[in-house]
């Protein structure tokens, strides 16, 4: 059993990987010998990212990539496959968050939120695991979900209902995949301080008619055991070990990454 080089020459494709967690699963992947494809609804941002990382184009792939739309995912991943040589790993990580209180929510931000977070799940997992059964070298494929996978907070209904949901699709997953070798999980970060969390802030504060300050220390740190935002690099740490653990002992698992806010 070697976790270390586990992510040498594999192919793992991340969406979202434009910004924020999905850009630090990306690069820790790089930096440990992945070649990694960049999945992102913004095709420039996707492209600045890959040329960071390499500007060659060898083992960096832009791929502009709506996770909601069954043809750009299909044609995307399939794109990928072709070029980098098949799909080892899987991250389904884009997400959008739209907060407010459930009598006030609308029914079009209800299902955007689902289409994003369990539609783009659904559609690129579907996408992948073609692949993976067919290319008959196994596979992990991680879920991004959230404290809000395991706990609820005010005014976060389908974020929560959908997080809730992707502990759902991994099970199933991991037990389907498990005959090809096929690993499924779920990291669920705390709060990390990315643009999804930044906008949050003074969304929370007119919302519960408190200061952004409070919103910080009084709901979203409130319950870790130290005060300290999680950082993008302690979940790409996770995801690093997750993707590269060689054997379905660790398979239909969720983690949770929160500095203790949330302890199972
Ligand atoms: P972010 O806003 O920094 O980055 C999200 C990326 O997803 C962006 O590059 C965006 O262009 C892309 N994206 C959005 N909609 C898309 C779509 N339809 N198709 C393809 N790409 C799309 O956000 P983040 O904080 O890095 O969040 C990433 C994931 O982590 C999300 O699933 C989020 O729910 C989850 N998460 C975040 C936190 C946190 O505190 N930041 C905590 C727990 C879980």
């Known amino acids: 059993m070697n976790v270390a080089n586990g992510m040498q020459d594999k192919v793992a494709l991340v969406t979202g990987a434009a910004n924020g967690i999905g850009k630090e699963i990306a690069k820790v992947f790089f930096d440990n010998g992945a070649r990694v494809v960049i999945a992102d609804l913004n095709l420039a941002a996707a492209q600045a990212v890959a040329s960071e990382f390499d500007p060659t184009g060898a083992r ?7 996770v909601t739309s069954e043809e750009q995912v299909d044609a995307g991943i399939a794109a990928a496959a072709a070029r980098m040589g ?3 790993v899987l991250v ?3 997400g959008i968050q739209i907060v407010g209180p459930v009598d006030d929510f609308s029914f079009s931000d209800w299902k955007k939120m689902l289409a994003i977070h369990l539609d783009g799940a659904f559609l ?3 996408a992948c695991l073609k692949l993976m059964y067919a290319q008959q070298r196994g596979g992990s494929v991680i879920y991004m979900g959230s404290v809000h996978s395991k706990e609820a907070s005010k005014l976060k209904a389908p974020y929560v209902a959908a997080k809730h949901g992707l502990i759902g699709l991994c099970k199933v997953v991991a037990k389907e995949g498990a005959a090809h070798g096929v690993r499924a ?3 669920c970060p705390g709060f990390v301080r990315t ?3 930044e906008k949050q802030i003074p969304e929370q504060s007119a919302a519960l008619g408190i200061s952004e300050a409070d919103v910080v220390s009084k709901v979203m740190l409130k319950d870790t055991v130290d005060g300290e935002f999680t950082t993008v690099n302690d979940v790409a740490q996770t995801a690093l070990f997750l993707a590269s653990f060689p054997t379905n ?4 698992q969720s983690i949770v990454v929160s500095h203790g806010w949330f302890m199972q």
């Open 60 to 66: 960096a792939l832009a791929v502009a990539m709506d």
């Open 86 to 88: 098949g799909i080892d």
């Open 92 to 94: 389904s990580n884009a």
């Open 124 to 126: 690129t997992t579907r």
């Open 185 to 187: 999980n779920v990291i």
């Open 195 to 197: 643009a999804l969390v």
């Open 249 to 252: 002992a660790l398979t239909g």
